[in-house]
């Protein structure tokens, strides 16, 4: 809708265009003035009016046909039109509104009359536009959900891709754009190291399909308990599981984190544990946990990387866990400094590690620490 609306006066008598347009300018409406039917059409493909008020009996083409022709035209069928006839016989007025018109007035034309249907039909026509515009706002709107849909399930499907190499965090830092976590740097991390004890011979003496339901209810375990603490699952090979704590996503007191983890994670194994044995099934759990630093980053060829840590971290805790009994939990002299107040904890001696040139000091972790427990 035009402001102030535009209404196109069509009528051959020069005269009775004058008079209808001094009324309508007197109501604040701007006026457009046509001869005839073509010049009306002409006039509205130029000028959009907002109404056509549109006179019956002209010569070229009628107001009727120019009617019919307006409305047949797509781009300008909601145009609306008042037709002027000399005629009220009641077929008259049928025949203009089957033609297409959405008003009629009859001459000679009153003025209050006129100025009335104007309103009426002007408030029908700004109703229309509004519809129109909201319609056209709604397809805008859809048009951007359906883009951001688009590029979400996109981004679902790229984590979904990246997951399967990499770990959830990794996975959610490059989705985001942040590839800077795969290149190779250095940190300083707590790496928790596990696997069942006996696994092998187990592996060797049962048939594969108890061997994979058994990894399954270990791994669906260890993995909701590795979410729970927001740890970084490094690597997985059969039994043996690598968790990263302080990268990718750097944590606070990431020690802290390893051992509260590894305490679940012995008592939820142990659960599954006496069910096993009631299938024949002898299976033990241990872990290792260290602190220090490490080199991290992507490794591997195209189309299949690992995101990996690297150093001398990784091997103790590895070691550790090699040399834990069922049930141990042997951490190293830096984690053993930081978790005294969360865990009670006891010395397991000097142990040789493969790899190791000296003796290195271990500890085990017995149980959480109470709040009434005094540090050992």
């Known amino acids: 809708m035009n402001d102030p609306p535009r209404i196109l006066?069509?009528?051959?008598?020069?005269?009775?265009?004058?008079?209808?347009?001094?009324?309508?300018?007197?109501n604040g409406?701007?006026?457009?003035?046509?001869?005839?039917?073509?010049?009306?059409?002409?006039?509205?493909?130029?000028?959009?009016?907002?109404?056509?008020?549109?006179?019956?009996?002209?010569?070229?083409?009628?107001?009727?046909?120019?009617?019919?022709?307006?409305?047949?035209?797509?781009?300008?069928?909601?145009?609306?039109?008042?037709?002027?006839?000399?005629?009220?016989?009641?077929?008259?007025?049928?025949?203009?509104?089957?033609?297409?018109?959405?008003?009629?007035?009859?001459?000679?034309?009153?003025?209050?009359?006129?100025?009335?249907?104007?309103?009426?039909?002007?408030?029908?026509?700004?109703?229309?536009?509004?519809?129109?515009?909201?319609?056209?706002?709604?397809?805008?709107?859809?048009?951007?959900?359906?883009?951001?849909?688009?590029?979400?399930?996109?981004?679902?499907?790229?984590?979904?891709?990246?997951?399967?190499f990499l770990s959830p965090q990794v996975a959610q830092l490059v989705s985001s754009g942040d590839e800077r976590v795969l290149e190779s740097h250095r940190r300083e991390v707590t790496v928790v190291f596990c696997d069942l004890r006996d696994f092998t011979a187990f592996a060797e003496a049962a048939e594969p399909e108890e061997v994979?339901?058994?990894?399954r209810e270990y791994h669906r375990a260890l993995g909701a308990?590795?979410?729970?603490?927001?740890?970084?699952?490094?690597?997985f090979?059969?039994?043996?599981?690598?968790?990263?704590?302080?990268?990718?996503?750097?944590?606070?007191?990431?020690?802290?984190?390893a051992v509260q983890m590894a305490i679940e994670m012995r008592d939820e194994v142990a659960k599954l544990a006496a069910n096993w044995r009631t299938h024949g099934h002898d299976l033990g759990f241990g872990i290792g946990i260290a602190h220090g630093y490490?080199?991290?980053?992507?490794?591997?060829?195209?189309?299949?990387?690992?995101?990996?840590?690297?150093g001398t971290v990784a091997n103790l805790a590895s070691r550790l866990c090699d040399h834990a009994l069922n049930g141990q939990i042997l951490v190293d002299a830096k984690v053993h400094a930081e978790a005294g107040a969360l865990a009670e904890l006891e010395s397991v001696g000097e142990l040789d590690l493969k790899g190791f040139r000296r003796p290195v000091k271990a500890f085990n972790v017995r149980r959480p620490r109470t709040a009434s427990a005094e540090p050992a």
């Open 9 to 26: 006066v069509v009528d051959d008598n020069e005269m009775n265009r004058d008079i209808i347009v001094t009324r309508l300018e007197a």
């Open 225 to 235: 308990l590795i979410d729970k603490f927001e740890g970084t699952v490094e690597r």
């Open 294 to 310: 490490a080199t991290l980053g992507c490794i591997g060829f195209e189309g299949r990387f690992q995101y990996s840590a690297t």
């Open 212 to 215: 994979i339901a058994i990894l």
């Open 237 to 257: 090979a059969g039994d043996g599981l690598m968790v990263l704590f302080n990268d990718p996503l750097p944590c606070a007191a990431p020690w802290a984190r």
């Open 29 to 164: 409406y701007k006026t457009l003035q046509a001869a005839d039917g073509q010049e009306a059409l002409a006039a509205v493909t130029q000028h959009h009016p907002d109404l056509v008020l549109l006179d019956v009996m002209m010569p070229n083409i009628d107001g009727l046909e120019a009617c019919r022709q307006l409305k047949d035209n797509a781009g300008l069928a909601f145009t609306p039109v008042i037709l002027v006839t000399a005629k009220a016989a009641t077929q008259d007025v049928v025949a203009g509104l089957d033609a297409g018109a959405d008003e009629y007035l009859t001459k000679p034309i009153d003025q209050s009359a006129l100025v009335a249907r104007v309103r009426s039909v002007l408030r029908i026509k700004a109703l229309h536009d509004q519809v129109q515009a909201q319609a056209a706002d709604l397809a805008t709107w859809n048009q951007t959900l359906e883009q951001r849909v688009r590029e979400q399930v996109a981004e679902i499907e790229r984590i979904g891709r990246l997951k399967r």
